[in-house]
């Protein structure tokens, strides 16, 4: 189980670039918790995700040689959910479907992509951290990041589009 979870359903065995390929194995999910109970449930299971990404995380960590697998892509999804909150909450103020917002989807997966890679600040902080919480919550913060910029790009997209 703690293999599944890590993993996301074995997505993190994908080559190249494994937190890439967790970040878009995230993408669908929102649609599919959006749908099922609106940014509130897409809320939930990332707060959910996550308490069970650190458990399976710590678990997989005591049998690994790395202080971050490159295999463990459930902090990605995790993080990939958090810089889509803007999205979903955004899709729900305006009444429209949430794919409708695709300029939205873009901009959080290549920002949270980015902050993910490059790691400033409290990003690299977390990550220095090590351990199952430094593997979990540098995504969160690269997540947070991702939405703030997410959340700048669609303000400014919404003067322009007014302006």
């Known amino acids: 189980m703690t293999r599944i979870i890590g993993t996301f359903f074995y997505i993190g065995y994908l080559k190249?670039?494994?937190g890439t390929w967790g970040s878009l194995?995230?993408?669908?999910f929102v649609w599919l918790f959006y749908e099922l109970g609106g940014p509130w449930l897409l809320g939930m299971v990332t707060i959910l995700t996550f308490l069970a990404g650190a458990w399976a995380t710590d678990a997989m960590l005591a049998d690994h040689e790395?202080?971050?697998?490159s295999e463990i892509v459930i902090d990605e999804v995790v993080g990939m959910w958090v810089a889509m909150?803007?999205?979903?909450?955004?899709a729900a103020m305006a009444g429209a479907d949430i794919l409708a917002l695709y300029p939205g989807w873009i901009a959080a997966f290549l920002a949270f992509r980015l902050f993910?890679?490059?790691k400033p600040g409290p990003i690299g902080w977390a990550d220095r951290r090590g351990g199952a919480s430094g593997v979990m919550l540098d995504d969160v913060i690269a997540g947070a990041f991702a939405a703030v910029v997410t959340l700048l790009?669609?303000?400014i997209?919404?003067?322009w589009l007014m302006g």
């Open 116 to 118: 993910d890679i490059w």
């Open 85 to 90: 909150w803007p999205v979903a909450f955004g």
């Open 25 to 28: 194995a995230a993408l669908p």
């Open 157 to 159: 997209s919404h003067l």
């Open 153 to 155: 790009l669609a303000a």
């Open 16 to 18: 190249p670039a494994p």
């Open 66 to 69: 790395s202080d971050d697998p």
